[in-house]
């Protein structure tokens, strides 16, 4: 069994930085690429930011520039530093990873429950 936990999300004012944590764990044999996703209230879930196993990142124009993803892949996890916040920028935000699972060698996507994301103007 493979399981995708968040955490770092919260209430913070329109301008400040807040980063998302994302560890995966269980029987993994790897891990391609990984990223995170948004969805606003009424709104549909969005790409924010995907990073390969190679390291090539790409992000959504709205966050070009003011997120950050990275990834360590010796401990399975991945990150999103988020800077000048803005309201927009408000939502769960969803951890996202294609795993290669070591029981079986069958590869999938796995998410987490998400972080919630406020940011007050």
């Known amino acids: 069994q493979v399981q995708l936990v968040e955490s770092g999300g919260g209430l913070v004012q329109a301008g400040g930085s807040l980063r998302l944590s994302c560890a995966a764990s269980?029987?993994?044999?790897?891990?391609?690429?990984m990223g995170w996703y948004r969805q606003a209230p009424g709104k549909q879930r969005d790409l924010v930011a995907r990073?390969?196993?190679?390291?090539?990142?790409n992000y959504a124009d709205s966050v070009k520039g003011r997120f950050t993803i990275s990834r360590d892949n010796a401990k399975n996890m991945v990150y999103l530093q988020m800077n000048s916040l803005n309201p927009e920028d408000t939502a769960v935000y969803y951890c996202?990873?294609?795993?290669?699972?070591?029981?079986?060698?069958?590869?999938?996507?796995?998410w987490g429950k998400g972080t919630l994301v406020t940011v007050s103007s």
């Open positions: 996202n990873a294609h795993i290669i699972v070591g029981t079986d060698m069958n590869s999938m996507d796995y």
């Open positions: 269980g029987s993994i044999f790897s891990i391609n690429a």
């Open positions: 990073i390969g196993s190679n390291g090539n990142t």
